[in-house]
């Protein structure tokens, strides 16, 4: 039989709660005020209490309080008269299931509460993280023990001595800048920088300049000699993700460096030197683009010293258990919330999830899922996966082109506040173009 407490000072909702539940099949014990509730939860092993707030000597924040850490895996339900939202906030932060007002609405109690007991069932026959094995700790881990993992990790311990240059190749998501992160701090020169460089994110010009560095006056607003990532990772590692974004230009340049050591800066005569492991990565096929003009064969080849593919998630689906304790592990620190069990539906569900975002699609909708749920269990309603109850990426191909041209160009000029100039510079495409496609699509502008 399950036990519930009820802690109210007054005496005529504790007994209509007594009688309510005693008729349910509960077995009831009441308090009257929050000392008193505090050592009954305490010594005794209620599977669920209703606390009142507002209560004379130790209010029920404070019962909360010591409840969520003396006994953090008792559900507790709020009710208070004081039905505001600071007070509904304040009592989920400190660990309440939930919060109702009052007077109570018992139909909507009988919910909550058997939302409650349905955690405490989930819980039972769920995985308890808390009681297995610690993941790999640190905030550059990288976790799995599959052997497409195992075989990952084998070729990180085969390179990581050497100088060489590496290529990673995975899909988003997979984890390549950790994969970039464990060569540089398993090696000799982990003592040196590592420097992370996006290479799509940032223009041509100045993406040769942020890996080169230039000199003073090269170019309008150098107003002062800067040093490139290749001088500032001296003796370290230079890690160039997306390197398929690169424009020819710069090729030219990161093709002379991988062959002689050797670069200048923008607008410089001076040939310098550095001593710099690359790591590159991608997710594009470069063998494709090299067959298609856009990337240099001679650059491919040089990268390729070394390449380490990194499995998907969907193929090394006996990795995502560890993944999930490590990455609640991680959000829980994060957001200050512990989540302890996962039921075992919710798992279930994440091995035949195909998982288009990877590992990062994974961690999302972990943080979701954790600040929704109420309690110590993470509840299935709160998950929110991409493309659910159907397979692979087929909604995405079924939108044509122009509907998704359409829609990256409304984005964009979202996020320039509507200025057409800087849009149409992310765009890529002149100003006249970018009118006559805001024309063309029928995009509505701010007046």
């Keep these: 039989m399950k036990q519930v407490l009820i802690v109210d000072d007054d005496h005529g909702v504790r007994r209509t709660l007594e009688l309510h539940f005693t008729h349910e099949g509960f077995a009831v014990d009441t308090a009257a005020d929050g000392a008193e509730g505090v050592r009954k939860a305490l010594d005794g092993n209620p599977d669920l209490v209703l606390l009142d707030i507002r209560l004379p000597g130790v209010d029920g924040f404070e019962v909360l309080r010591t409840l969520h850490r003396d006994r953090p895996g008792l559900p507790v339900i709020v009710i208070t008269a004081y039905d505001d939202m600071q007070t509904a906030i304040e009592a ?12 109570l609405d ?29 993941p790999p700790a ?8 599959s052997r497409a993992m195992k075989g990952v990790y084998k070729a990180i311990g085969a390179v990581a001595n050497s100088r060489a240059t590496v290529l990673l190749h995975g899909e988003s998501g997979t984890g390549k800048e950790l994969v970039a992160r464990a060569i540089h ?31 003073k006056g090269a170019f ?26 690169v424009d020819p230009a710069v090729q030219v340049k990161l093709l002379r460096f991988l062959q002689e050591r050797e670069f200048q800066r923008v607008g410089g005569v001076e040939t310098l030197r550095a001593d710099v492991r690359v790591v590159a990565a991608t997710n594009r096929d470069l063998t494709e683009m090299v067959r298609e003009g856009t990337f240099r064969r001679d650059l491919y ?16 689906t006996e990795d995502i258990p560890l993944l999930v304790q490590y990455l609640l592990g991680k959000i829980g620190t994060e957001v200050g919330k512990r989540i302890e069990v996962v039921p075992e539906e919710v798992i279930a569900r994440f091995r035949t999830h195909p998982w288009p975002g990877n590992v990062r699609e994974l961690e999302n909708a972990l943080r ?15 998950l929110q996966l991409e493309g659910d109850g159907q397979t692979g990426r087929l909604p995405l191909l079924l939108r044509s082109v122009q509907e998704l041209e359409k829609e990256h160009i409304e984005n964009i000029l979202r996020y320039t506040g509507y200025q057409k100039k800087r849009a149409a510079e992310i765009l890529n ?7 006559k496609r805001i024309r063309d699509y029928g995009i509505r502008l701010p007046s």
């Design 301 to 316: 080849y040089r990268l390729k010293v070394v390449t380490i593919e990194l499995p998907p998630l969907r193929e090394r």
């Design 220 to 245: 309008t607003g150098a107003d002062r000699t800067k040093p490139g990532k290749f001088e500032l990772a001296q003796g370290g590692t230079l890690f160039l993700d997306e390197i398929s974004e």
């Design 429 to 435: 495409l002149s100003r006249p173009t970018l009118d």
């Design 92 to 103: 989920i932060k400190l660990g309440a299931v939930d919060h109702l007002g009052k007077p």
């Design 368 to 382: 979701r899922a954790v600040l929704l749920s109420p309690g110590n269990v993470l509840l299935p309603e709160t």
């Design 106 to 134: 018992l139909a909507q109690l009988d919910e909550v509460v058997g939302k409650v007991l349905e955690m405490a069932t989930l819980s039972e026959r769920g995985y308890a993280f808390v009681e297995s094995l610690d």
């Design 138 to 145: 640190g905030p550059h881990a990288i976790v799995g023990r």
């Design 185 to 215: 701090f398993n090696s000799p020169y982990a003592n040196r920088p590592f420097l992370p460089v996006a290479c799509s994110a940032l223009a041509p010009s100045l993406l040769e300049s942020e890996l080169f560095g230039h000199e």
